[in-house]
């Protein structure tokens, strides 16, 4: 037990330094960001101009912000590339014999590249983007609570989107196609989460189908209990929903795995 | 021209042998703009306009936005994947081939899920150029028809200059999607929503607001513009010739370097 | 044919940081190497010859080949093949030269070969006539006639490689240059390739430079081999005058390289 704790803790230190080293690659994203952060502020504050809106132009700017800043935990494209190139090789049959399990193995690598990425980006976006002079300025979380409630979902997001986009990789084991299976869960899962435009800006409706949804736990959750349009005092509650789909999702995906890698040695030959 | 259908046949041949793979990418094709068209019309529903513009004129910024990209990607894939051509030695194969290496780099990636956005892209042109209410003329929808082309050499010029710049390093890639992707997703607004710098950068520096807003204003018949408005989209045209210089610098450096 | 003299090449290679520190220094100051990948290489081969072009491990074979290819400028010397400048006139030069790196494939990967070798027809511009006859004549001499229709995926590597050689001769070159042919190959489809090779210097009078490090590929085909080490050309001659000191002393072959390899100084 304890020596596959340290297998999983050796495998999460050598992707999060991975991760790290990666230097320009990351300061090119950074500034990437920086610039759909921009537009997406823009465009969303011309359109709440016209009134009526229900986030504010500060709240406009700081959901985004935020949104940049984090995105390697609430993306569904942020891939691990060379865990992708191990399936479409056929390599990834012989996860089957490690002896490890395929699923913790891959979650806990997932999860380690997920934050490294993002702890390494937030640090300059959240840093500049409190110092921008208003309406773009990323203001502080709106109470202390709301500030605790936000990482605590911001964590749990991360192993619900862990667990979520794990289906794509399984996927991917199956259709050896990874940009398919991406590429075919990401506008999916954004617009549910709340990537294209904030859920508040939908119509009643829609909004309440897509809270029954897991996605919107992962972005649109975490973003607005910050700025504390979700008041703190749902937390406990909405926590709770968020490790009940993680409970769910969990055990699915590690049984869709298995099939699959089963399934994909047979074919392999 | 020959060579260039025959590897758009085994494109097609290649893609449609893994029909669920082609069906998914196909899908998703037309799911990624479709969600965006969704999103805005969204916050239409809510807001009623966007810097005094309607749903119907707004919506012919998305749609010659999405077609240009569409045309683009169809086309220029191979300069998007650059990268992965250089680090798998496909570029030495093609070194030795006695042909054009910007006609080998655009055949050796048609990619035709793509068809996908130029659907949806097409779709919403159609209806936006009735939903706009503009009064149409023979010069206002060859306007349109230019500006879609002209987008599209914006686009793929974006794509070669991303090309040119992985000769030197693979590092910061990422940075060229600010401009091709980010370039998309800005331009499929009307540009005037933007902020001063933005919208001079994307004027003079890199010309979207040449292929896009500028013309479209003459075409929605605001006050101030005229016929020479719908000569603007050439200056695309112009952005393609540094970007054809700097693809030629990299292929020098690449085979005096050899990395 | 081919004249190649006093070629040099130099790389600055870059240095990849280990440590976190190390990594944070090279943002200000990479650290760059000079490496001689040629010193002062300088041959000749003659129209109809097979020649094996030897050496351990980074001693600037595939430099070398890729001069000779037009991939590569050299920083100085003279490199002309059938009187071009390969790198001066690239279209004209690969037109008449068929290249297969063993390691990588040419073939479509996801399209029935015979798909791949169309494309290559038009690449190549060869008309419809010579085409079908040259088809003919390398699918019967390579057996290809049960994998043309199969996509290059399903192929084994022994099959890939006997479609990449007809696929290098599609367009009749006259010059074949083959970097390591057999690498990875069963000693079944080893004997074809090699087959292949001698038959097709012999009939259609391809010019072969081969690198490779199978001696066995080199005792098969190859009366002369041009050694390289460190960037120079150490021995350039008959293979069996090279080894047979080695040979003396009852060693097999391999292990007389590494001796060889050893005595020069650039193992």
Sequence with gaps: MIASLRAYGGLFRMRFLRGLSYRAAALAGTATQFF????????????????????????????????????????????????????????????????????????????????????????????????LPDPYRLHGPSSVPAGLAFLACLALGLLLIVAITMFAYILSVVTLSPNAAFMFAAPIYEFAAGMVIPLPFMPEGLRHVLELLPFRLCVDLPLRMYSGAIPASQAPLLLLQQALWIALLVPAGRLALGKALRSSQAAGG | MRLLLRYLRLAAKGQLRYRSTFYLTAFAQIAMPLSLLAGISLLFARFGTLGGWSMGEALLCYGVTQVAFALAELSSRGFDNFPSILANGEFDRILVRPRGLMLQVLGSRLDLSRFGRLIVGGIVLAWAAKGSGVEWTPLKAATIALMTLCGAVVFSSLFVLGAAFAFLTTDGLELVNIFTDGGREMAQYPMSIYERWLRLFFTFVIPFACVNYLPLLFVLGRPGTGPAYALLPLAGLAFALPCLLAWRAGTRRYVSTGS | MIQVESLRKTYLSRRRASGVGQALLSLVKPSRERIEALKDVSFSIERGEIVGYIGPNGAGKSTTIKVMCGILVPDSGVCLIKGRVPWKERAAHVAGIGVVF?????????????????????????????????????????????????????LSLGQRMRCEMAASLLHSPDILFLDEPTIGLDAVSKLAVRAFIERANRERGVTVILTTHDMHDIEALVSRVILIGKGEILYDGGFEALVAGGRATGAGIEAVMAALYGEMGIA
């Excluded at chain 1, 537009?39 to 504010?56: E, H, R, T």
């Design chain 1, 36 to 131: 759909w952060g921009f537009i997406l502020i823009m465009v969303y504050q011309a359109f709440a101009k016209a009134g009526g809106s229900p986030l504010g132009l500060s709240q406009i700017a700081s959901y985004v912000w935020l949104q940049q800043a984090f995105l390697a935990l609430i993306v569904v494209w942020f891939r691990d590339k060379e865990l992708l190139s191990l399936i479409v090789t056929g390599d990834s049959a012989y996860e089957l014999c490690r002896p490890v399990d395929a699923y913790a193995f891959w979650f806990a690598r997932l999860a380690a590249g997920r934050l490294a990425a993002a702890l390494l980006r937030c640090a300059p976006i959240v840093l500049v983007a409190s110092l």
């Design chain 3, 102 to 154: 063993g390691q990588r494939s040419q073939l479509w990967w996801d399209v029935p070969v015979i798909d791949s070798f169309e494309l290559l027809r038009d690449v190549y511009r060869v008309p419809g006539r010579e085409y079908s006859a040259s088809l003919e004549e390398l699918v019967s001499a390579l057996d290809l006639s049960p994998l043309l229709g199969q996509p290059a995926r399903s």
